[in-house]
């Protein structure tokens, strides 16, 4: 089952107030981008974070699974808890790097 759109603006909008929010559709689920970083994986309705140290405080006691087939397993964020999303996006934004462009390939 592949996530809505109403679900994925849902997401956005809990994100309000923490940067310049985004989302794009990739292998047909979502990405959300804050301040242009990758920072939730949307898959089925569920927003996921990935499994990091510094998430370690906070994410504890939420529960784990695999966003698709042969991923890795990752945190499951509970975006209605709008405080506990705010911090994890306060935790990632500064340490998850922008994503570097692809080069361009030559004829």
Do not use: W
Request: aromatic share 8%; proline share 6%.
């Amino acid at each position: 089952m592949a996530s809505t759109l109403e679900y994925i603006q849902y997401v956005c909008e809990q994100l309000a107030g923490s940067g310049e929010v985004r989302y794009r559709k990739m292998f047909g689920e979502y990405m959300v981008y804050v301040n242009d970083k990758p920072l939730l994986l949307v898959c089925d309705n569920t927003t996921y974070v990935k499994m990091r140290d510094e998430l370690a405080g906070e994410m504890h006691t939420a529960e784990r699974a695999t966003p698709y087939t042969g991923a890795k397993e990752h945190y499951i964020l509970d975006i209605d808890d709008v405080d506990l999303t705010r911090r994890i996006i306060a935790i990632l934004e500064p340490i998850v790097p922008l994503p570097t462009p692809k080069k361009k390939k030559t004829k």
